[in-house]
């Protein structure tokens, strides 16, 4: 089957716009499906270590509870590498192809989430300050993120298991 190839010359604008669109429309797809594939991890990843330790945890369950803890906590820190990658491109095409620059740097959807500073706009102003979480009647000092979330059920989880092979 023959198959035309299309020179970026003979591309109309409209084309490319619609392109972007499509592109950009992908990724935030594919971000959200990235999102739910975190907590769908978080989930069987508890499910298992309440299965591990519910009646006892011996030397070797604690063992594998450690593995099953490092090999989960590996393929978040790849979800964080992808999610990376997808936001990132979502805010070039915000930025420089939309026109989301200068005091407009932090106005489009993915920049507004992620507050990271362009890289070539000087003229845009500092970050915004990260959202402060609110618990009970005040708010934390300190940003809460769902990264900060994983981390510490994995470690928390990771030293149970460390402490209960070693006793």
């Keep these: ?17 619609e392109d972007v669109r499509a592109e950009y429309a992908a990724l935030n797809s594919y971000i959200s499906l990235v999102a739910t ?16 330790s519910g009646s006892g945890v011996t030397r070797e369950r604690a063992l594998l509870l450690l593995a099953i803890t ?10 964080r590498s992808l ?3 997808l936001d990132g491109r979502a ?9 989301y620059t200068g005091a407009q740097a932090y106005d489009a959807f993915t ?4 507050k990271v500073r362009p890289a070539n706009d000087d003229s845009a102003p500092e ?4 959202d402060k979480t609110k618990l009970f009647f005040w708010k934390l ?26 006793k």
């Design 141 to 166: 000092p300190l940003a809460v993120t769902h990264t900060l979330g994983f981390d510490l059920m994995y470690l928390s989880v990771a030293v149970f298991a460390t402490y209960s092979a070693l």
């Design 37 to 52: 594939f975190r907590f769908t991890i978080a989930g069987f990843f508890i499910a298992a270590a309440g299965l591990l």
């Design 111 to 114: 920049c507004r989430q992620l």
């Design 70 to 79: 490092v090999s989960l906590w590996i393929l978040e820190l790849r979800n």
């Design 91 to 99: 805010m070039q095409i915000e930025r420089e192809m939309w026109g």
């Design 1 to 17: 089957m023959d198959s035309e190839i299309v020179s970026d010359a003979s591309r109309s604008p409209k084309a490319d716009r």
């Design 127 to 130: 970050p915004p300050a990260p």
């Design 83 to 85: 999610l990376g990658n």
